[in-house]
């Protein structure tokens, strides 16, 4: 999963970024309004963690500018900003969560994988395929209920994969998801991850698409007065 905070204070962030880290975020870091507003027109992220006091511009025009730029995923308000009347203009303005400073890390990470799972339209912090179940808040998998060890990335990997709904990731789409800005990727990098991830998962659980990317399909549920 791929967020963007984007904060000038540059002790809150950096606590932010090796928080989300930690947690198998994939994190990148802007400081002004200008830069938000370039990164999500061009590279969307999949969730904005947004303060509102940035020093070019107030947040509550990026978070209007976001939206009239199309940018539909969901945004975090993150600020010392704590009248109802700033929480009421903030969600009347695109927000989909407000969080006011200062604030407990375990509350921002319980509020994200919230979104999270309002992204990829999961109602449950377990995501089960089949045979397969991932638990998003405990980060363990489950194969034919024997709990699988795995790596971070194999984590995010896997956690990309049976979030996207029958839809194809490209190996971009994946990378984008697994690294954060300025982390070196090997160019094979997601290839390995998918390796090492098919020794511990059901035959054929991730599919390749030939020149496209990978994808896990969703089983189909067995046919009235079927077998």
């Given at each position: 999963?791929?967020?963007?905070?984007?904060?000038?204070?540059?002790?809150?962030?950096?606590?932010?970024?090796?928080?989300?880290?930690?947690?198998?975020?994939?994190?990148?870091?802007?400081?002004?309004?200008?830069?938000?507003?370039?990164?999500?027109?061009?590279?969307?992220?999949?969730?904005?963690?947004?303060?509102?006091?940035?020093?070019?511009?107030?947040?509550?025009?990026?978070?209007?500018?976001?939206?009239?730029?199309?940018?539909?995923?969901?945004?975090?308000?993150?600020?010392?900003?704590?009248?109802?009347?700033?929480?009421?203009?903030?969600?009347?303005?695109?927000?989909?969560?407000?969080?006011?400073?200062?604030?407990?890390?375990?509350?921002?990470?319980?509020?994200?994988?919230?979104?999270?799972?309002?992204?990829?339209?999961?109602?449950?912090?377990?995501?089960?395929?089949?045979?397969?179940?991932?638990?998003?808040?405990?980060?363990?998998?489950?194969?034919?209920?024997?709990?699988?060890?795995?790596?971070?990335?194999?984590?995010?990997?896997?956690?990309?994969?049976?979030?996207?709904?029958?839809?194809?990731?490209?190996?971009?789409?994946?990378?984008?998801?697994?690294?954060?800005?300025?982390?070196?990727?090997?160019?094979?990098?997601?290839?390995?991850?998918?390796?090492?991830?098919?020794?511990?998962?059901?035959?054929?659980?991730?599919?390749?698409?030939?020149?496209?990317?990978?994808?896990?399909?969703?089983?189909?549920?067995?046919?009235?007065?079927?077998s």
């Amino acid at each position: 999963m791929q967020v963007l905070l984007v904060e000038d204070d540059n002790l809150l962030a950096d606590a932010v970024v090796v928080a989300l880290k930690r947690h198998n975020f994939a994190i990148n870091r802007v400081s002004n309004g200008k830069d938000a507003l370039l990164v999500t027109e061009t590279t969307p992220p999949d969730i904005v963690i947004l303060d509102l006091g940035l020093p070019d511009m107030d947040g509550i025009d990026v978070l209007r500018k976001f939206r009239r730029q199309g940018f539909a995923n969901p945004v975090l308000i993150l600020t010392a900003r704590d009248s109802i009347e700033d929480r009421v203009t903030g969600l009347d303005s695109g927000a989909d969560d407000y969080l006011p400073k200062p604030f407990d890390i375990d509350e921002l990470l319980a509020r994200l994988r919230a979104l999270e799972r309002r992204l990829s339209k999961t109602s449950s912090a377990i995501i089960a395929l089949g045979n397969v179940s991932l638990d998003t808040n405990t980060h363990e998998l489950q194969v034919d209920g024997n709990q699988v060890d795995l790596a971070r990335r194999e984590y995010m990997l896997l956690k990309a994969l049976m979030e996207s709904g029958n839809k194809i990731q490209t190996r971009e789409s994946l990378e984008n998801k697994l690294y954060s800005w300025g982390e070196e990727i090997s160019s094979n990098a997601v290839e390995v991850h998918i390796h090492h991830l098919r020794k511990k998962l059901p035959d054929g659980f991730i599919q390749t698409v030939r020149g496209v990317g990978y994808i896990i399909r969703t089983p189909k549920p067995d046919s009235p007065g079927g077998s």
